[in-house]
């Protein structure tokens, strides 16, 4: 049995109510939802692809793609907004040329908002490679980015 069809076990089968569930079983297990994936859960609860890419969507949680090889969260949580977190997510996007929730073309970079990461006084944070880093400014990115890519596992 496979590790999809082992989630889809726990679920009755054509229960379209447990479509976000499921969903976010698989992500959790694969990282983001494949087309594979996506094919069996559709079969499974006799739901179209379409239906379930176009619910699936509508929420920002859900991948399409893997995560890069580097992945950055950057708190978007209250206290990180007001002060500056936006600037930074702005700083992020334009030296890596993606949206949040997409991934670089080379594999290597991705990045996502976040929920309140539990470090409100020192926001904006930021969380990437295992270590967190407090306050962040616009500025400060492309020197990070540019410290990340040197990593030798990333050339
Ligand atoms: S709002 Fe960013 S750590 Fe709490």
Request: aromatic share 10%.
């Amino acid at each position: 049995m496979s590790k999809i069809e082992e989630i889809l076990s726990r679920y009755r089968e054509g229960s379209h109510e447990n479509l976000i569930p499921i969903l976010q079983d698989v992500q959790e297990f694969e990282g983001y939802l494949s087309e594979n994936a996506i094919v069996s859960i559709g079969r499974f609860l006799h739901m179209s692809t379409t239906k379930i890419y176009g619910l699936a969507t509508f929420y920002d949680r859900f991948r399409f793609i893997p995560e890069g090889r580097i992945h950055l969260r950057i708190c978007n949580g209250t206290t990180c907004f007001i002060n500056g977190s936006g600037g930074v997510a702005a700083a992020v996007k334009e030296v890596l040329g993606i949206e949040p929730g997409q991934t670089t073309r080379d594999g290597r970079f991705s990045y996502e908002l976040t929920a309140c990461m539990g470090g409100c006084n020192e926001g904006p944070v930021i969380y990437v490679n295992g270590k967190y880093s407090t306050h962040i400014r616009p500025d400060d990115i492309p020197e990070m980015i540019a410290k990340l890519k040197a990593l030798p596992d990333l050339k």
